[in-house]
């Protein structure tokens, strides 16, 4: 198993000195690689800590002609793609919170999706925590407004003046061409008889939720730590 390597000062002169001169090394061989493979210019410049000569590639006189050829760019052009450290650690952080926030969404998913499977099992309400079922509750409301958008984008493929019976028919074939979402399956059920917080609804993984319901219970039978 290898060890990734802490990006960070050296303080033992003689390993910092021997890293130096073979990271040198490596880096040259990739550079010469990358000119030769993909066609492209390139050079550097490396004032190491061993000797007050510089390091030059491939040569002086290539390097100042790609340097006499970058100066003549328009200023814009010059600083288009260039970092600096500042600037490409922030942008490296920016990745490693995207990163993060994709894996809360991830594990938050997941514990909503055992929470669901554990109800479908039949483990009562007021069994779970108080705020496990309200971050429950906004999940089942957050994907009953993916369904109903899932819903209105098939619609719009539904010729005006349709029965209900082709309008039904024509959604459904519909939805073959529609992208679906792995957390939901089935429609939204709702009931006229339901007062206006308990008709919303839908089924998920085999089970009809309410989502009206399942806030009275939580609220009368949640438990608190």
């Not at 960070?8 to 550079?31: Q, V």
């Not at 650690?89 to 594990?107: D, S, T, V």
């Not at 009931?191 to 609804?201: F, H, P, R, T």
Request: charged share 35%; hydrophobic share 35%; aromatic share 4%.
């Amino acid at each position: 198993m290898n060890n990734k390597l802490k990006t960070a000062w050296i303080e033992d002169d003689k390993s910092r000195k021997a890293c130096y001169r073979k990271r040198k090394i490596c880096l040259l061989k990739k550079l010469n690689e990358l000119t030769i493979l993909c066609d492209v210019s390139a050079f550097v410049i490396i004032y190491g800590p061993e000797t007050d000569e510089l390091v030059v590639w491939p040569s002086r006189p290539v390097v100042q002609e790609l340097l006499e050829k970058f100066l003549r760019l328009p200023l814009a052009d010059q600083c288009r793609k260039m970092l600096d450290q500042k600037a490409y650690l922030k942008e490296r952080a920016a990745k490693i919170e995207e990163q993060i926030r994709k894996a809360k969404k991830k594990n938050h998913e997941m514990k909503m999706k055992d929470i669901l499977h554990k109800i479908q099992e039949g483990k009562p309400l007021s069994e779970f925590e108080t705020s496990d079922l309200i971050d429950f509750i906004l999940f089942l409301e957050e994907k009953m407004l993916e369904i109903q958008e899932r819903v209105e984008l098939l619609e719009q493929h539904v010729p005006q003046g349709a029965g209900e019976k082709e309008k039904g028919k024509e959604i459904e074939n519909n939805a073959v061409n529609i992208p679906r979402n792995e957390n939901i399956t089935g429609g939204i059920c709702s009931s006229n008889n339901m007062g206006e917080n308990e008709k919303s609804g839908f089924r998920l993984m085999g089970v009809d939720i309410k989502v009206g319901h399942l806030l009275h219970e939580g609220n009368n039978g949640g438990t608190q730590k």
